[in-house]
């Protein structure tokens, strides 16, 4: 039986997200302005105002991934851009978000985000097994970089507390702290290319260098479910890479709150397909916004509604 309190506390969420919808006011968590979520949120905003009736989206610098699922689960008008394993803690109320789900949905499965492990030569580092001692970044605060680092250190063995000196730096200003020679290496995980690991490849008199780590995956999906996949990172992504990077990457989705309306939602996920073109002129990972990436299996999170019923529109059956 729901309580009063319960029953008071459900229609005032969705009393909330009603108001919200008929004002069609919608902010976008995206991440750090190193990255990919940033430029896209900022074209998706964009393209949201321009082309749905009523609506003003605005785009929002964050943390990232944690981040992001924590501003969904104040049951404001928000949609996000997270990782699939950030995401499934959120859900599930484990981790970072222990004693804390969030009723998320799905909105549509991105592109997949690479884990970038990144160096300069002449540090030693040619292995994951070479950061031990090393002073190196995790990500920053609220993102789900900082959550896949630890899980590939202690795939690897090592201990993030003890075997390294550890910053929380976001990308950008994990190449600035390179580029000073505050840290040996970092961690970031986005979709190529990210501007700020381009920023350090085309820095004169540096080399990057890749490390690879895919041989560490399926100890990940051990412990943590089958999320990550062996993947790689051609060379030719950034100016220096020698060999294609061996890496491992999990997928991106666009989640919200369990009560944002379904004709909200439905507009949302059908002007980011009808606007491809003008996202991709944004950034390339556009590239990847496909119907047939559109899966239960690529999402460990319900889709919502609004997104099955435009998807079942376009001849894709979901559960």
Do not use: C
Not at 39 to 44: A, D, K, Q, W, Y
Not at 75 to 95: N, R, V
Not at 153 to 178: F, Q
Not at 309 to 315: P, Q, V
């Amino acid at each position: 039986m729901i309580t009063q309190f319960l029953r008071t506390a459900i229609v005032g969420s969705a009393l909330a997200w009603a108001a919200a919808s008929s004002a069609q006011n919608i902010s976008i968590a995206t991440g750090g302005t190193g990255g990919v979520y940033y430029p896209l949120g900022g074209g998706l905003a964009a393209v949201l105002s321009k082309t749905v009736p009523g609506m003003q989206a605005t785009a929002e610098v964050t943390g990232g991934s944690v981040d992001n699922l924590k501003l969904i689960g104040t049951d404001k008008p928000y949609i996000g851009f997270t990782m699939a394993d950030a995401g499934l803690d959120a859900f599930k109320g484990e981790d970072k978000f222990k004693g804390h789900k969030v009723p998320l949905r799905t909105l549509m499965v991105l592109y997949p985000n690479r884990m970038h492990v990144v160096s300069t030569e002449g540090r030693g580092i040619s292995k994951i097994a070479d950061l031990r001692g090393k002073h190196i970044s995790t990500g920053s605060p609220g993102s789900a970089t900082e959550v896949m680092a630890f899980r590939i250190l202690e795939a690897a063995g090592i201990d993030k507390d003890k075997d390294v000196k550890r910053e929380r730096l976001g990308a950008a200003e994990s190449v600035n702290a390179i580029k000073d020679n505050k840290i040996d290496a970092f961690f970031w995980v986005g979709g190529l290319p990210t501007a700020a690991v381009t920023d350090l490849a085309n820095t004169p008199g540096t080399k990057i260098r890749m490390i690879d780590h895919a041989d560490l995956v399926p100890n990940m999906n051990k412990k943590y479910g089958d999320l990550y996949v062996e993947d790689t990172i051609p060379k030719a992504a950034y100016r220096g890479m020698e060999t294609d990077n061996r890496q491992a990457t999990v997928m991106n989705l666009l989640v919200t709150h369990a009560n944002m309306d379904d004709k909200t939602a439905y507009n949302i996920v059908k002007t980011i397909f009808d606007k491809r073109t003008d996202l991709i002129a944004v950034h390339k990972e556009a590239e990847n916004f496909k119907l047939e990436n559109q899966k239960t299996a690529a999402t460990p999170i319900p889709f919502h509604p609004g997104a099955l019923r435009y998807f079942a529109e376009k001849g894709i059956k979901l559960n």
